[in-house]
């Protein structure tokens, strides 16, 4: 029931980037979807940086992604690995590409 700090890593970072994009797609509603799909083409991670505050030890596990700010250029995300029992295991924070 241990997880390894490299999936913690990839999951944080996959939660991050879906909280940005979700951001982008929001921002930008009045555009066609087309264009917002476009948008999601050049969007990837240019900056992770996660801390292990306890080990990943559990029979399951919540994650919790925000986008703190969506730029022009670059958007920002802050993300949290918990246990079931509400326990803060692991931290992330994110820079991602969003144009």
Not at 25 to 46: P, Q, S, V, Y
């Amino acid at each position: 029931n241990r997880i390894h700090g490299g999936v913690i890593s990839a999951v944080l970072d996959a939660m991050g980037s879906l909280a940005v994009m979700a951001a982008i797609g929001a921002k930008h509603m009045d555009e066609t979807l087309e264009k917002r799909l476009e948008r999601f083409n050049r969007h990837c991670t240019i900056d992770l940086r996660i801390d292990f505050l306890r080990p990943g030890i559990g029979e399951g596990f919540v994650i919790h992604a925000e986008a703190l700010r969506v730029g022009a250029k670059v958007g920002n995300a802050r993300m949290e690995f918990r246990g079931i029992d509400g326990k803060l295991l692991s931290t992330g924070t994110a820079a991602y590409l969003t144009s």
